[in-house]
């Protein structure tokens, strides 16, 4: 049993001593005073009975008046010696011991764990993964020293141990049948589980989620196999996500040099484009521009044929001939991808992400409530004077890294409503928020436990953890795929989200197709999409990379 529940008993059975104590002790006192002081002598009997109707306040019986000062004292203190016992150290005592009684239902030992992981201590970083880690069915064990958060978790029905290393390290006696340990505490108890599970002879995997970068070292040394700060690591993201100097907005566009441009347009609910269909839009009959998708909810979904619909409030990634865009440009709000990076919020993640950005050639310009090295702006987001001085309309990306999910929902929407054209990056602390952030009007979120839980997940399930399609990209491929099709019309190509936006004939490119255009064998295809829609159009034309 925990030391903490002996604790309890121990306290419990000193109650019980000390309530027939405390009668016997004021029975006996009002005894004595009644005969020495009032005059009026009581037996034994009548003292016992007297102290316990005080003690519980269901009254005096005969005895309601008493003469001397000292007698009167007495009997006014009595009472709240009682309440102190019943509404005081009942529920400090008796309470606990039952709620501890409850909790010995839970394990206070690792059992069999071969196979499993092994995560010590439950956290907003792991919460993504664990939902990944039930969808591939792949068993874990939480060893979690909170004893409602212990609770909790086993009322989700994952499976808990409830110890504390600390007072119990015998508690990890068979972590060495593991097949990971995944350490999620502070730096210090993240030192002293990794220190533990070697030396009950765990060979295996270990990962550390460090709060400080200076603790990396030294926790390899310790024997932890990977060391990652998930402060830096959503950081990174953040930033990758704002700046098209880190993540471009199509990998391979400069194949075809000036003669094609990728644009994104928002789609705002009063847009001629917003709820209609691709095909009965005919954007590239009409205006010869290609639509390769929409963000919408931070996911990318690639545009698969005529029924493709246009949701309002997605951001539209279209790509075509410069005076094809500007005129997609009257009927959707175009996202503007010049200008500085504006950073709201300079704790350890927004100073990563202004680090990087910098590094990364990117102007930034912070704000921050505290004035300080770094801080451009002093003021908050909620302040319209203040997203003036920091130029937001002007921004390529405005990027929310502040602490509080509830003050993010606020500034989401204070941002959006102030420069509704500028892409927004929201922290997000609680992955279970994001949607919250999306209803505000982020055009992405993204949460610690989101990309700890990427990054765990390659490690830990063999990279069956959720993938998004983040990217578009263009390839150069080989006409004999479309042999004898028009390129934009083939019921097959549009299956596969993939977009054939150029043509290459005879050393000549060629980004617009009459109704009779049809490949030929020599062509070479310039195709744009994800990553996925990519891999679909391979692997269902069976096509090759084509020289450049």
């Known amino acids: 049993m925990p030391r903490k529940t002996k604790s309890s008993s121990y306290g419990l059975l000193a109650l019980l001593a000390f309530l027939p104590l405390a009668v016997l002790t004021l029975g006996s006192l009002y005894m004595l005073g009644m005969t ?103 068993p874990f064990v939480i060893f979690e020293e909170d004893p409602q958060l212990a609770r909790s978790l086993r009322d989700r029905g ?16 068979r972590v060495a ?3 990971a340990v995944v350490c999620n505490a502070d730096d210090h108890a993240n030192a002293a589980c990794a220190m533990l599970a070697r030396e009950h002879g765990f060979t295996g995997p ?57 644009a994104e347009f928002r789609v705002r609910a009063d847009s001629s484009l917003a709820g209609k269909r691709l095909g009965d839009l005919r954007l590239r009959e009409l205006h010869g521009v290609s639509v390769i998708g929409q963000w919408l909810g931070g996911v990318f979904t690639t545009a698969k044929g005529p029924d493709t619909r246009i949701e309002a409030g997605a951001i539209l990634v279209v790509v075509g001939v410069q005076a094809n865009l500007d005129v997609v440009e009257r009927m959707a709000l175009p996202i503007r991808r010049q200008g500085p990076i504006v950073v709201a919020g300079f704790g350890a993640v927004g100073q990563k992400v202004a680090e990087m950005l910098r590094d990364a050639g990117e102007r930034c310009i912070v704000i921050d409530r505290m004035a300080g090295p770094g801080v451009d702006v002093v003021g908050t987001v909620l302040d319209r004077i203040c997203l003036d001085q920091a130029r937001v309309r002007e921004a390529s990306a405005v990027v929310l890294a502040l602490s509080d999910d509830g003050e993010s929902v606020f500034a989401t929407a204070v941002v959006r409503d102030y420069a509704p054209e500028v892409p927004l990056i929201v922290r997000v602390l609680r992955t279970p928020n994001i949607a919250r952030l999306y209803r505000s009007g982020a055009d992405f979120a993204i949460s610690v ?66 109704p009779e255009f049809t490949v030929h064998g020599d062509d070479v295809l310039f195709v744009c999409g994800s990553a996925h829609s990519l891999e679909r159009f391979q692997n269902e034309f069976a096509a090759d990379t084509a020289a450049a």
């Open 449 to 514: 436990g989101q990309v700890t839980g990427q990054i765990l997940a390659f490690h830990l399930l063999d990279e069956q953890g959720a993938l998004m399609e983040n990217h578009v990209k263009i390839q150069r491929l080989k006409g004999n795929a479309l042999v004898g099709h028009h390129p934009w019309h083939s019921e097959a190509l549009e299956r596969t989200g993939a977009k054939v936006v150029a043509v290459e004939r005879a050393g000549v490119v060629q980004v617009e197709f009459g």
């Open 177 to 179: 049948q593991a097949r």
């Open 36 to 138: 020495y002081l009032e005059g009026q002598p009581r037996t034994f009997l009548e003292g016992l009975q007297w102290a316990s109707e005080t003690m519980t306040n269901t009254g005096y019986g005969h005895d309601n008046h008493w003469a001397h000062p000292a007698m009167a004292l007495f009997v006014i203190i009595t009472p709240f010696i009682g309440q102190m016992l019943i509404f005081l150290i009942f529920p400090v005592l008796v309470l606990p011991y039952f709620e501890e009684k409850f909790e010995v239902r839970l394990q206070h030992e690792l059992p069999p764990i071969a196979g499993k992981v092994l995560f010590y201590r439950y956290g907003p970083t792991l919460e993504s993964l664990l939902v990944d880690f039930n969808a591939a069915n792949s």
């Open 158 to 173: 994952y499976e808990v141990v409830l110890g504390n290393l600390a007072d119990d390290p015998q508690a990890l006696q």
């Open 206 to 262: 270990l990962f550390a989620l460090a709060d400080d970068p200076l603790y990396r070292a030294p926790m390899l040394q310790i024997g932890a196999t990977e060391v990652f700060t998930p402060a830096h690591v959503l950081g990174a993201a953040l930033a990758s996500r704002a700046s098209t100097q880190m993540s471009p907005q199509a990998e391979g566009l400069h194949l075809l040099g000036a003669q094609l441009a990728l």
